[in-house]
């Protein structure tokens, strides 16, 4: 069973950087997009950047800038450099990606892990 693995959270001052990974863990065939969302308390999670198979990338808004999402396609790895952190970027973050597992017929969701928690002090 394919599983993802968040790594990289902590707490950080207003302005600092962190660099947020996703492991993905099973076997796997193939891997279409990744992507990181995050949840902060009393919110709807939301998509903070995503990464084709082929490198194309999409950021939320209030990232853009400051994020920037990478993939490792031979270590079934995703990426998250965060820079300029602010204080709304508080949140549990939770990578996703879309695999064929091996031996499988088609793409789905892995489903999510446990995240990883960003607190960013003003």
């Known amino acids: 069973q394919v599983q993802l693995v968040e790594s990289g959270g902590g707490l950080v001052q207003a302005g600092g950087s962190l660099r947020l990974s996703c492991a993905a863990s099973g076997s796997i065939f193939s891997i279409k997009g990744m992507g990181w969302y995050r949840q902060a308390p009393g919110k709807q999670r939301e998509l903070v950047a995503e990464i084709t198979a082929g490198g194309s990338t999409n950021y939320a808004d209030s990232v853009k800038g400051r994020f920037t999402i990478s993939r490792d396609n031979a270590k079934k790895l995703v990426v998250l450099q965060m820079n300029s952190l602010k204080p709304e970027d508080t949140a549990v973050y939770y990578c996703?990606?879309?695999?064929?597992?091996?031996?499988?017929?088609?793409?789905?969701?892995?489903?999510w892990g446990q995240g990883t928690q960003v607190t960013v002090s003003s």
């Open positions: 996703y990606m879309n695999v064929q597992p091996a031996g499988g017929y088609s793409y789905a969701p892995v489903p």
